[in-house]
């Protein structure tokens, strides 16, 4: 199912086969939907294709009721763009007015290659290159291996890399082997110290309470055996979130949709919340100091949380009850 939406979603964007397919223009969900419908396809199966199964593969980016082809598409070698261009002719093609733009559906004959011209075998590294790291940092998730099998290449991944490194990015493989892209961690120390990128306060206890309750707890009873933050499905509600009583519901409800603008947290279709895909741009260094901050909220009282302030060179304040004062963790100070 998703290849005829994708099909049809490539024919409405790309009506002229002798140029490049991406970025192409605009086009109508509902169109796509009634489209594929009129083909015998079961309507909850397109939907679900528009609106999860390709923008997750980087296939399609989604806006509103308005579509455009994905940054996945720019990373297509040239020789299954060439492959497309002659299949062209038997896309699913919209009507005429029922796309985007002004330029109404027509027939078009199956393309051919000039006699003059040879057939591209493969497209310049410098273009593969590019296209690898728009894909990359453009895609909400991970890429998975076989969207970027060209990263397989040792020299290709050492191009992506030294692409990356003047703009403060690193190339990251996440424990499921896939591909994303991330700040450096000295990069990351300097936004930090100038302020720039970092989350208000009041946001990073959100996201705290949020991975206390669907990642550390979990984790805790041995249902969390991920070592992604993402791993797992847990999630928690708001009203769970809320039995905090030192922020108001209203302050966590305007916090969680910063956090899910800024890809931190994810939010379920039954409005559940769970750890967001940015979390795995993280280096593994700075995925082990936020799971450190856990174990200094979570038991601040422990051996183990005693070991990572000292490590830190963080003061450690005992109360008259015996008790240990609230220190900074790492996200507090970031």
């Not at 492959?83 to 559906?105: S, V």
């Not at 593994?284 to 422990?302: K, M, T």
Request: hydrophobic share 45%.
């Amino acid at each position: 199912m998703p290849t005829l939406v994708w099909g049809a979603c490539l024919r409405a964007a790309w009506p002229r086969p002798e140029l490049a397919p991406f970025p192409g223009g605009a086009f109508a969900r509902e169109g796509i939907v009634s489209l594929c419908c009129q083909l015998g396809a079961d309507r909850d199966a397109v939907e679900r294709a528009v609106d999860r199964v390709l923008p997750e593969a980087d296939l399609l980016a989604v806006d509103g009721d308005e579509l455009r082809l994905g940054a996945a598409v720019a990373a297509l070698p040239a020789v299954v763009v060439e492959g497309l261009r002659r299949g062209h002719h038997l896309l699913p093609a919209l009507t005429a007015g029922a796309q985007a733009g002004d330029e109404p559906a027509s027939v078009v004959p199956p393309y051919e290659v000039p006699t003059d011209v040879e057939p591209a075998h493969e497209a310049p590294d410098g273009y593969v290159m590019r296209s690898v790291v728009a894909t990359l940092e453009t895609a909400r998730r991970p890429v998975p291996w076989g969207g970027l099998p060209m990263l397989g290449d040792p020299a290709m991944r050492s191009m992506v890399e030294q692409a990356l490194l003047p703009c403060g990015r690193q190339l990251l493989r996440t424990a499921d082997g896939n591909w994303v892209t991330g700040f450096c961690d000295p990069v990351v120390e300097a936004l930090v110290d100038e302020g720039v990128g970092t989350l208000a306060a009041e946001d990073r206890a959100v996201l705290a309470l949020v991975l206390l309750h669907t990642v550390a707890i979990p984790r805790a009873q041995g249902r969390h055996r991920h070592s992604r933050w993402t791993g797992e499905g847990h999630t928690v509600t708001l009203a769970a979130l809320a039995s905090n009583r030192k922020i108001s519901k209203t302050s966590m409800r305007a916090a969680l949709r910063r956090l899910r603008a800024a890809g931190m947290v994810a939010e379920t279709t039954t409005g559940r919340y769970l750890p967001g895909p940015a979390l795995d741009r993280m280096s593994e260094a700075r995925s082990n100091l936020l799971w450190e901050d856990l174990i200094l909220v979570g038991r601040p009282d422990g051996q183990l949380a005693a070991a990572i302030r000292r490590r830190r060179g963080l003061a450690v304040a005992v109360l008259s009850d015996g008790g240990v004062a609230e220190s900074p963790t790492e996200t507090d100070r970031r």
